[in-house]
């Protein structure tokens, strides 16, 4: 399978400098394909989709655990900022360990990686528990809020297309990569062996005591106690300073 699609092509950032990339692939190496190219999704060079699932599905948990929807709404928001450009997660402009930070590294952007980055979105959306509506909606703002951005900066010189409001601002294409990344977790495609996806006992990481249901015998052996769960190591071990980063180290 690694050679029906050949080698990912040269991608390159607006000021012609090549980036390394590789196709998207499954946990099982499959390809991951793209609805509009009919091609493997195309994204930066040593990008994870399974830890990328694992992370957002994290993030939900958390969320989940706090204690007022207006705690649990920020959080959130907080994490979905990381979509913005030059943020976190936006692949188009964040890649090779630089982050150039919110609404910068215009000349880091590769429209290679543009639909890779909304299908991930819709990935994230979808892992860390909000509705589809509510990621279109968001992919739309951060395109209508861009666009206008953009035509400020150069005095109206520059004329950036936005969709329809059916498709609350995103290009089609944009809004269909985005529902394809949703429906990839509801698949069943994303949940695979090697990457924990814990049952979560109630409280977890907020009033439940999760180091006092399991007891260390040694450097490598962890015995649970009785109404123990193995969140509660995972919770207690991510929590810890040299403790397990996320669930694929787990």
Excluded at 8 to 36: C, E, F, H, M
């Amino acid at each position: 399978m690694a050679d029906q699609y050949g080698q990912p092509p040269t991608v390159y950032d607006n000021k012609g400098r090549a980036v390394s990339a590789q196709w998207l692939v499954d946990a099982k190496g499959g390809y991951v394909i793209d609805p509009i190219t009919n091609q493997p999704y195309v994204v930066p060079a040593g990008f994870d989709l399974q830890q990328w699932v694992a992370s957002f599905k994290s993030a939900g948990t958390y969320a989940n655990n706090l204690s007022s929807n207006v705690e649990r709404s920020g959080f959130i928001t907080g994490v979905l900022l990381g979509f913005a450009p030059g943020g976190e997660y936006d692949i188009q402009r964040s890649y090779g360990s630089v982050v150039p930070g919110f609404m910068s590294g215009g000349d880091r952007f590769v429209s290679s990686f543009t639909n890779s980055a909304s299908f991930l979105l819709g990935v994230a959306g979808n892992a860390i528990g909000l509705p589809q509506t509510d990621i279109l909606q968001g992919g739309g703002m951060v395109k209508l809020f861009t666009a206008t951005w953009e035509n400020f900066k150069t005095l109206g010189q520059t004329k950036q297309t936005i969709g329809s409001f059916s498709d609350w601002f995103n290009s089609a294409s944009n809004a269909t990569n985005i529902r394809t990344g949703y429906s990839y977790v509801d698949s069943g495609t994303s949940d695979i062996s090697g990457y924990l996806t814990p049952t979560q006992p109630t409280g977890l990481g907020t009033s439940r005591d999760s180091t006092s249901y399991f007891t260390t015998s040694d450097d490598s052996s962890v015995i649970i106690k009785s109404g123990g769960t193995i969140s509660d190591i995972w919770w207690s071990q991510r929590n810890n300073a040299n403790g397990f980063s996320n669930d694929k180290e787990f």
